[in-house]
Structure formats: C-alpha cells, structure tokens
Antibody, heavy 119, light 108 residues
Framework: QLQLQESGPGLVKPSETLSLTCTVS??????????WGWIRQPPGKGLEWIGS???????YYNPSLKSRVTISVDTSKNQFSLKLSSVTAADTAVYYC???????????WGQGTLVTVSS | AIQLTQSPSSLSASVGDRVTITCRAS??????LAWYQQKPGKAPKLLIY???SLESGVPSRFSGSGSGTDFTLTISSLQPEDFATYYC??????????FGQGTRLEIK
C-alpha cells in the first residue's frame, strides 16, 4: 500500500521560502509513468493544485504560482520536495502531497501539513 | 485556464435523500473529470474518475455522469457518513489541473 507523508516547518516568516518534503513508502518514486504532486488548501477554503513532477524530473506548475514554485525529486531517498519563495500570509494553508495517477487524478494523498506564514 | 464552477456551494439534506451536485467547465473537457469527498481534517478521497467510473471501494450509491462541459455527482440515498465537502477536478489539460470551489453537504 502506497503511503505519502509530508514533513517540514509549520511556521515560516513572511518573504522567506517555504520548504516541504514528501516521503513515499510502499512503492518506488521512480517507477515509470508516475507523477507526484502538491496541492494546498487555505483554512476554510478549497483545493488549489500547486504543481506536479514526473518521475524523470519534468515539472508542471500552476501558472498563478509558477514564478515562486520549485518541485524536485530525490529518487535515492524516495522523496519529492516543494519550495515556495517569497511567502505571504496568503500562503498559509494545509499542504498535501499526492500521486496524480498518470498525471490525472489523485489516488493517494498524504495526511497534509499546516504551514502558517507569520512573523 | 479551464475553470470549474460547482453548484450549489452548499446543500442541506436528510439521510435517505437523493442528492445531485453539478460541475460546469469553462470549456469542453470530454470526460476528463473526477470527484472527491473531503471530511474535516482529512485529505480528499477519490470517488469518481473519467466522469463516471467508480473508484474501487466506493459505495455504489455514488455515481457520476456528464461529458463536455456539464457534469453531475449523484448520491442515491444519503448515509450519515456522506456529509462532507465534495470537489470536482478536471484533468483535460493534464498535468495542469484545476479544482472546483467545493460543495458543502450538511445535515438538514
């Protein structure tokens, strides 16, 4: 059974960079045809796709966040990561890592981690 | 970018009711639509993919239909555990993905 687990600081200061890691267990992150993605949800609001990365390293980002987002994969650790730069209070959200099956629908999700942007 | 509009934004219903939630796409997306259920404090759960295919393990009271721009999620007979927020998601432009704004289903 595939499992995903987010980790990283729960508090980030404004203008700094938010960094999160998703550890995948129960399967290889470098299996062919697999994408890996990040989704966020501000408190009390809806879901927003941040971006996805193909196992080969190709990345795809939400146009509204593209200038601030970097997603990378570390196959040696079976992990993929999110960096979001120049954060503001509007970036406060629960951040989920998930697997978009063949890049389409998210069939496996992490439990989510709350990141608060505050000084 | 493709936008998804769900209606209604919230809905009150009783156990045993038949409920329908609508999702409209800003342009045609064929059958590239999924539905998720999210309960408070939990990650979303995939219910329906390809507009009408039921994810393994999901009760048969859930069904999806539609193609092009108009889609529906129907719960044939509401159960207590079905009270949650529901989201549609398009993947016609995958890997670029968008979600609807959500529909909160509450107990009447």
């Amino acid at each position: 059974q595939l499992q995903l687990q987010e980790s990283g600081p729960g508090l980030v200061k404004p203008s700094e960079t938010l960094s999160l890691t998703c550890t995948v267990s129960g399967g290889s992150i470098s299996s062919s045809s697999y994408y890996w993605g990040w989704i966020r949800q501000p408190p009390g609001k809806g879901l927003e796709w941040i971006g996805s990365i193909y196992y080969s390293g190709s990345t795809y980002y939400n146009p509204s966040l593209k200038s601030r987002v970097t997603i990378s994969v570390d196959t040696s650790k079976n992990q993929f990561s999110l960096k979001l730069s120049s954060v503001t209070a509007a970036d406060t959200a629960v951040y989920y890592c998930a697997r978009p099956l063949a890049g389409t629908v998210f069939d496996y999700w992490g439990q989510g981690t709350l990141v608060t942007v505050s000084s | 970018a493709i936008q998804l509009t769900q209606s209604p934004s919230s809905l009150s219903a009783s156990v045993g009711d038949r409920v329908t939630i609508t999702c409209r796409a800003s342009q045609g997306i064929s059958s590239a639509l999924a539905w998720y259920q999210q309960k408070p404090g939990k990650a979303p759960k995939l219910l329906i993919y390809d507009a009408s295919s039921l994810e393994s393990g999901v009760p048969s009271r859930f069904s999806g239909s539609g193609s092009g721009t108009d889609f529906t999620l129907t719960i044939s007979s509401l159960q207590p555990e079905d009270f949650a927020t529901y989201y549609c998601q398009q993947f016609n432009s995958y890997p670029a993905i968008t979600f609807g704004q959500g529909t909160r289903l509450e107990i009447k």
